[in-house]
């Protein structure tokens, strides 16, 4: 198993601009999730979804969308890039994080907007 | 969920054991306590979590005080390579929300 796979590792993109940071697992988990972390600071959760379908918002949910349209992939979206997402990006997966399983991170997307 | 408060950092001699507390008064009967650790800029690992008993796996031990407002996570024989933060939280599952605090920096020295 790959485990937790993030695209690309860094991204430089300019205000205003869009993207989709990737996120795929291949250990048929049904929860994923988004965090961001900025320097200093522990992870913020930004979306995460309970099963294919299904998405809600966590703490910091503003200026990103999320769909999750196969138990596989667990796509980011900016619409519209800030400097304030100037940030490093984790993905998340767990078999059931109801039933305390553990989360599996990815190695994380550093993203800058200038 | 319940709010953890961690020391802000700690160090131990490798070879020691390292005894990262956490205290965590407000938990409820239902939440469980996990402990991650993120090292330099990796993904955050899963450490150990547990509900009341005494935990140990390979990576290390947690010990949970009888009336669960406090825990020890414990690195038998801590290496350099377990320079990291430790995320002490408390969550239970069904909320689907694990959310970190600020950790603790645990510093190995030789």
């Known amino acids: 198993n790959a485990g937790v796979t993030q695209t690309p590792k860094f991204q430089v993109l300019k205000t205003g601009q869009s993207m989709t940071l990737q996120c795929a697992q291949d250990?048929?988990?049904?929860?994923m999730s988004w965090y961001r972390q900025d320097p200093g600071m522990g992870l913020r959760l930004i979306h995460y979804?309970?099963?294919?379908?299904?998405?809600d918002q966590g703490e910091v949910p503003n200026g990103y969308n999320v769909s999750r349209s196969t138990t596989e992939d667990f796509p980011l979206r900016l619409l519209s890039a800030a400097p304030s997402q100037t940030s490093v990006y984790f993905c998340a997966s767990s078999p059931d994080l109801a039933r305390n399983e553990k989360l599996f991170f990815g190695s994380g997307t550093q993203l800058s907007v200038l | 969920d319940a709010k953890t408060t961690q020391p802000t950092s700690m160090d131990c001699a490798e070879g020691r054991a390292a005894n990262l507390p956490c205290n965590h008064s407000t938990i409820s009967g239902n939440e469980y306590v996990y402990w991650y650790r993120q090292i330099h800029s990796q993904g955050p690992q899963y450490i150990i979590h547990g509900l009341k008993n005494n935990e140990t796996n390979e990576m290390a031990s947690l010990i949970i005080t009888e009336d669960r407002k406090s825990s020890t996570l414990i690195l038998p024989h801590a290496t350099l390579r377990d320079t990291a933060v430790y995320y002490c939280?408390?969550?239970?599952?069904?909320?689907?929300?694990?959310?970190f605090g600020k950790g603790i920096t645990l510093s190995v020295r030789p």
């Open positions: 979804s309970v099963g294919a379908g299904i998405t």
């Open positions: 250990m048929n988990h049904e929860y």
């Open positions: 939280i408390v969550l239970t599952g069904a909320n689907s929300k694990l959310t």
